[in-house]
């Protein structure tokens, strides 16, 4: 296992992040979007809508930033079935609010979860290695 990485030619290391599998991101952001619930519930903002929803976006990007790109789904289901339950109906329960804004649910809690690990994860540029001569010319 890698401890630093540095690109070529630089001199800089920096610590390698590994990332959480799939299930862990997604049992870590279903734990993460119940103590969501408590903090707001305490806070007096649980069912009050735009603040709830933002705050569960904020979970996801939070999670999604130490998450593999292919855990996003599982990110946005966890976080989709915490806002449903706590933050848009009562005591745990899920209610369907229709087709079209529980999908936008579910998109806006992946995209938010794929916010971060996607453009990590993108294939970088190649570098070019000159082969050097003995006498240094390229």
Do not use: I, K, Q
Request: aromatic share 8%.
């Amino acid at each position: 296992m890698r401890m630093y990485s540095a690109r070529p030619g630089g001199s800089r290391y920096r610590p390698v992040l590994d990332r959480l599998p799939p299930g862990t991101s997604g049992t870590t952001a279903l734990l993460g979007g119940g103590l969501l619930a408590l903090a707001l519930g305490r806070a007096g903002a649980l069912h009050s809508g735009t603040p709830a929803l933002a705050a569960y976006l904020a979970l996801c990007v939070l999670v999604g930033h130490f998450s593999r790109p292919w855990a996003a789904p599982l990110v946005g289901l966890a976080a989709w079935l915490c806002c449903n339950a706590f933050a848009e109906h009562r005591h745990g329960e899920l209610g369907w609010s229709g087709t079209w804004p529980e999908t936008w649910h579910y998109a806006a809690f992946t995209a938010a979860a794929l916010l971060l690990p996607l453009p990590a994860a993108l294939p970088r540029r190649r570098v070019r290695v000159a082969l050097l001569r003995p006498d240094r010319t390229v």
